[in-house]
Nanobody, 124 residues
Framework: VQLVESGGGLVEAGGFQMVSCVVS????????IGWFRQAPRKEREGVAC????????RYADSVKGRFTVVRDNAKNTVYLKMHNLEPEDTAVYYC??????????????????WGQGTQVAVSS
């Protein structure tokens, strides 16, 4: 399974940015997709997770109400839409895949496949 992120860049605080994750190499519908981020000198943290068709999305408290994760099964793509961005959102954003649903401790249990990451920088 291969995951490729795109869409990062520089945005002003309060602005909008969308990053994408294209998944290939296996049946896309079988996988829950998580978004994670890692800021300089900080540990990686979970941002959001979206499961297969019958699973709802889950979000870290720090992004609830500002970020939305959606999947397009026809395009094998998951999007992370980030509104009202803050400088604290600056990080490398990674997508990851696993067959275990999001509701099984998506923040604390591992994902099997990872992308290479895309940088999002928010200026104040």
């Amino acid at each position: 399974v291969q995951l490729v992120e795109s869409g990062g860049g520089l945005v002003e605080a309060g602005g909008f940015q969308m990053v994408s994750c294209v998944v290939s190499g296996s049946t896309f519908d079988d996988y829950a997709i998580g978004w994670f981020r890692q800021a300089p000198r900080k540990e990686r943290e979970g941002v959001a997770c979206i499961g297969t068709n019958d699973d709802t999305a889950r979000y870290a408290d720090s992004v609830k109400g500002r970020f939305t994760v959606v999947r397009d099964n026809a395009k094998n793509t998951v999007y992370l839409k980030m509104h009202n961005l803050e400088p604290e959102d600056t990080a490398v954003y990674y997508c990851a895949a696993r067959t275990i649903p999001c509701y099984f401790n998506w923040l604390g249990s591992p994902f099997d496949y990872w992308g290479q990451g895309t940088q999002v920088a928010v200026s104040s």
